[in-house]
């Protein structure tokens, strides 16, 4: 393997992009999954090339939230499936 990790869901609306990423640790001496996030907008710069930023314009905050509201239901799927301990739960309830 090359070291570039691959993200087990991508969620695209237009430009902007979520990517669902599993990352192995140690906790309390037991190997569990925790599932992570990024968010990105893609965009052409003045010479053509394509760029990424993490900011967002007005337009494009609901892109974002569509995007991550569907990385969270895939997290929640993916939490239900490692039932038996293998996803690490990160969402705590508000009282």
Do not use: H
Not at 21 to 50: A, H, M, S
């Amino acid at each position: 393997m090359n070291g570039q990790q691959t993200p087990v869901a991508k969620i695209q609306a237009g430009q902007v992009s979520a990517a669902l990423w599993e990352n192995q640790v140690e906790i309390k001496g037991k190997t569990v999954t925790l599932l992570k996030t990024t968010i990105q907008r893609r965009y052409r710069d003045r010479d053509g090339n394509w760029q990424s930023s993490n900011s967002f314009g007005r337009n494009e905050i609901p892109l974002a939230i569509y995007c991550l509201q569907k990385v969270f239901d895939k997290i929640i799927e993916k939490q239900k499936e490692g039932s038996n301990g293998d996803v690490a739960e990160e969402i705590s309830m508000m009282d």
